[in-house]
């Protein structure tokens, strides 16, 4: 109970940053013009951002921007024109998913927080660790963690926890989805989804629903349990949606605090009706307790749309939630009028116009009340006005309009000003100019000749047995238990084996993993990561040998290029969302480039398998069908319980093998996942006589992508 829970509240626009201050929000959160990861609300832009951090100012509440998108090289050293007025005004924090852009931030805004965005996918107290070594103060973890490794996190890390309480839920841990990048162009990661999730598709030859579809959260009933486990912020998501449900929402989670706040659990109960109001501000997908208490479920689905609820959502009222001020007004014939306003701990004394005696109509205290209560269109309205006078005076009503009109202003200024901060001298400019220099260049950099690795990924055991020992193929990535059954076999021969470590790595994977690691330096020449939580539980058992990050720990800039060498990982594999132009901005001659392969689309905690039939706890192949019959294929790990979704066509870049080259990237490697034998050999020789023979090569009669490598994202 004595827990001060935040009650955090989305700001798509104006009007809904002040329904949330109206309601009780404690800080809201809104985006910028740019690297907001809602491209498609009314993001507020310059003078309009920075009046809005003076409004909640005012108002005694915090603002937080979000930069919780990837940057590129040109738009990162651009950051620092965007938030340095912010940082000026006294913005209270950003919001941030790129590890570049955080690292950035951090040494040019020293005194500006920094939360961690649940786009950065942190699943445990490993992740959350790592990032406070990175200076942040708050993680906004995953949303499919589970009351007891949020408790975990808060407890082991001793960051602020924010987590989501209301709102959409996507079917991918956020972050690591692909799918509307890849089948349309529009880029979550970019802030552009087109959520082509929401669509139906057909599984296991059932009928076509919204099978990838979740419903919205509603945790009202859970506020005791989730203000018990520690978290400190209660996040309510809805950037995109109406001034009208921002004040419905606040307002009900508020009222629910403060209930648990005044009589414990013991005197909790939401009231049915409440529970309509506030369902009903928004009707599309019924509701869900999340994943707060269950890992995934049927039930979580929005298979069809809900009835209509009986009652509607509240309507923002008209009036405007001026704040209380004091004042005490003094009229002394002969001396100048003098006004005392007092906020909380903020005092301000004015002086106005001289005092006479009056020769008609003197002053009366009503009429004095009367025109100084008017406040009009100002963020404050007067609680108590004293007033002391001695005889008969008089004083024009205008003078007492600029009184007022002067002591407010002051006391805006008096307010805001204690917000705001010095912008440090030279280093902001000096680390743009950085960001486009070799300097930043971070892993290995340095031209050299193209004399790529040639690997490949095998998913499972069969592949992993053919190209074990092959000598054309470098170094092979195994995964998982198949992956040590096939290292175990491995022969006498040039070729390393990296084992590719989960997508996914939470607690019940770590404890697991944590009965192997020995064999896991025994038997592997190094590993692959998909993950901050792998990364930090290596370095934590002084992990001895070689730390490659694969593709989807984005390496979108060279800040973070430079972050990741620095955190021990010696080779990274370029993220899937740059084209040529920007690979080559970015460096990759010390990093990886997948050339061949599906590419994963989606991780979710949910199982298609389970959600369509039954979970077999065996890890296995299905297939999704969408509208226009394309298969995109489904693999469960029921070890860790998670599942990926690969895209529909694998990524081939052949015709592009001289603009591969000239990108001169360390390795090339293609991913095996459905493939038979014959398909498999025929791909690695295709391979091999285009990058290590240099021949030219006919290209295969099949369906494929050549993913972003030309067009990009925006």
């Known amino acids: 109970m004595e827990n ?27 985006g910028g013009e740019r690297f907001g990861a809602r491209a498609y609300a009314d993001n507020f832009g310059g003078e309009e951002l920075l009046d809005a951090i003076d409004y909640v100012h005012i108002h005694g509440r915090k603002l937080y921007l979000t930069v919780n998108t990837l940057l590129k090289d040109a738009e990162l050293s651009e950051l620092y024109d965007d938030l340095a007025p912010c940082y000026h005004r006294g913005l209270d924090a950003v919001i941030v998913q790129d590890i570049g852009a955080m690292e ?56 602020e926890i924010e987590c989501f309480v209301h709102g959409a839920l996507c079917y991918c841990y956020s972050g690591q989805c692909l ?10 990661n970019r802030g552009q989804c087109a959520q082509p999730c929401r669509l139906p598709f057909l599984a296991m030859d059932r009928k076509k629903q919204d099978i990838l579809s979740l419903k919205d959260l509603c945790t009202i009933d859970m506020i005791p349990e989730l203000m018990e486990a520690g978290i400190d912020s209660f996040k309510i998501e809805g950037r995109m949606k109406q001034p009208d449900y921002v004040y419905t929402v606040v307002s009900m989670y508020r009222k629910y605090v403060d209930l648990y706040r005044k009589y414990g659990k013991k005197g909790y109960a939401v009231s049915d009706r409440d529970k309509r ?110 007033i002391e006078m001695e005889g008969e005076i008089f004083l024009p009503m205008q003078a007492l309009n600029e009184l007022r009109r002067e002591a407010i202003e002051e006391l805006t200024r008096r307010i805001l000003s204690g917000y705001h901060r010095k912008l440090p001298a030279g280093e902001g400019q000096r680390l743009c100019s950085m960001c486009g220099e070799e300097g930043l260049s971070g892993i290995h950099g340095g031209k050299r000749e193209h004399h790529p690795e040639l690997s490949a990924l095998a998913s499972d055991a069969a592949h992993a047995e053919l190209l074990l020992g092959d000598e054309r193929i470098d170094t092979l990535y195994v995964e998982g238990e198949s992956g040590f059954a096939a290292a175990k076999k491995r022969r006498i021969c040039r070729q390393k084996v990296f084992l590719a470590m989960p997508h996914i790595f939470r607690d019940d994977t770590l404890k697991r993993w944590e009965g192997c690691y020995e064999e896991l330096v025994s038997f592997f020449d190094g590993v692959l990561i998909r993950n901050w939580e792998s990364l930090q539980w290596l370095r934590k058992r002084q992990y001895p040998k070689e730390i490659r990050s694969d593709h989807n720990l984005y390496v979108f800039n060279r800040m973070s290029k430079k972050i990741v060498g620095e955190m021990g990982i010696s080779r990274f594999f370029a993220p899937a969302e740059l084209n040529f132009k920007e690979l080559k901005e970015l460096g990759i001659t010390a990093g990886g480039l997948i050339v061949y392969g599906n590419q994963p689309v989606m991780v979710s ?24 019959q394309k298969k995109f294929p489904v693999k469960n790990y029921c070890s860790d319980c998670y599942n990926v979704i690969y895209n529909c066509h694998p990524l081939m870049l052949l015709a592009q093998s001289e603009e591969v080259k000239i990108l001169s990237p360390s390795e090339l490697r293609m991913d095996m996942t459905l493939e038979n034998p014959e398909e498999m050999e025929r791909m690695i020789l295709l391979y091999w006589k285009c990058f290590k023979e240099n021949c030219p090569v006919k290209l ?10 030309r067009r990009g994202v925006k």
């Open 277 to 386: 109001v506030l369902k009903g501000s928004y009707q599309r997908r019924g509701y869900t307790e999340g994943y707060y208490q269950q890992h995934n479920g049927k039930n979580m689905l929005a298979l069809k749309r809900p009835k209509e609820e009986t009652e509607n959502g509240l309507s923002v009222p008209r009036d405007k939630m001026q704040e209380k001020i004091n004042g005490k007004l003094i009229f002394s014939e002969g001396e100048r009028v003098k006004l005392y306003v007092e906020m909380q701990n903020t005092k301000i004394f004015c002086e106005g116009a001289e005092v006479s005696r009056a020769k008609k109509q003197p002053l009366d205290a009503e009429r004095i009340q009367k025109q100084m209560r008017k406040t009009g269109n100002t963020e404050f309205v007067f609680e108590r006005l004293d």
């Open 104 to 159: 950035f931030i951090r040494r040019t805004f020293p005194e500006l927080p920094i939360h961690v965005s649940t786009q950065a996918a942190v699943t445990g107290a490993p992740g959350a660790k790592l990032f406070k070594e990175k200076g942040v103060s708050r993680i906004v973890p995953a949303r499919e963690l589970s009351l007891m490794e949020i408790r975990k996190m808060k407890q082991e890390s001793g960051l």
């Open 605 to 628: 905690a949910n199982c298609v398998r389970q959600n369509t039939g039954k979970c077999g706890r065996k890890d296995g192949w299905l297939s999704l069908t969408d509208r226009y």
């Open 179 to 188: 799918l509307s990048s890849m089948i349309g162009g529009r880029s979550g």
């Open 700 to 709: 295969p009669d099949m369906d494929y992508t050549k993913g972003h490598f």
């Open 4 to 30: 001060q829970i935040e009650i955090l509240a989305p700001a798509g626009s104006r009007e809904s940053l002040e329904a949330a201050v109206y309601a009780g929000a404690d800080a809201v959160y809104l």
